[in-house]
C-alpha cells in the first residue's frame, strides 16, 4: 500500500489557531457533552444547568444548557447521565463527549469572523443554537460574554473547520 502521508498537513490543535488583530480561534476541552432528547427537556434541566440558552444568548459557568430544538438540548459538563431511553423521564440520552469537538473564537474580532461564516444576527433571536457556519452543521453559542463564542462541531469535520477558520482569518488579518 502507497504511503500518502505527505499529500496533507497533519492536523494539530495543540495551540491556538490564530492570535491576532483582536481575535484568538483555539480549540477547548469539556469535561463531559451529553445530548438529551423528548418532550420538555428544555425545563428539565434547569435545576442543573441553568435554563437552556439559544442564539445569542450567553452561556454562564462551567454547567450549562444549550437548545437545538424543542426538544433536544446539549448538556455541557452537566450531570452523568445513563445512556439510553429513560422509561420514568421520557427522555433518550445521548454521550456525544467525543463526537463534538469544541472550538472558542475570542476577542474583539469575533463577530467579523462569524459575519464571514454564517447569516447571524444579535438582533434576531433564536431559541436554537444549531446553525449553519460555512458548509458545515454546527452548535453556536456566546460563551461568558460577547466577545467569546463556542462552535460544536462533529468530530469527523473538525478539520475543515479549523481550515475554514484559517481561511477566514487570513482573509481579514493577512497570513
Not at 483582536?22 to 435554563?51: D, H, M, N, W, Y
Request: aromatic content about 8%.
Amino acid at each position: 500500500m502507497r504511503n500518502d502521508n505527505d499529500n496533507w498537513d497533519m492536523f494539530d490543535i495543540g495551540g491556538p489557531l490564530v492570535t491576532a488583530s483582536g481575535i484568538t480561534i483555539q480549540s477547548r476541552a469539556v469535561a463531559r457533552q451529553t445530548v438529551i432528547s423528548g418532550a420538555g427537556v428544555l425545563r428539565a434541566f434547569e435545576k442543573s444547568c441553568g435554563p437552556a440558552i439559544g442564539w445569542p444568548d450567553v452561556a454562564q459557568g462551567a454547567s450549562y444548557a444549550v437548545a437545538l430544538r424543542r426538544d433536544r438540548v446539549l448538556l455541557v459538563n452537566g450531570p452523568a447521565l445513563q445512556e439510553g431511553w429513560d422509561d420514568t423521564t421520557g427522555h433518550a440520552v445521548s454521550d456525544m463527549t467525543g463526537g463534538y469537538a469544541v472550538i472558542e473564537l475570542s476577542g474583539v474580532g469575533v463577530q467579523d469572523v462569524l459575519k464571514r461564516g454564517a447569516e447571524i444576527n444579535p438582533d434576531l433571536p433564536s431559541r436554537s443554537a444549531a446553525r449553519r457556519f460555512g458548509e458545515l452543521g454546527v452548535i453556536l453559542y456566546h460563551f461568558e460574554n460577547a466577545n467569546c463564542v463556542r462552535l460544536h462541531v462533529n468530530v469527523a469535520q473538525q478539520h475543515a473547520a479549523w481550515l475554514m477558520l484559517q481561511s477566514y482569518a487570513d482573509q481579514m488579518f493577512g497570513p
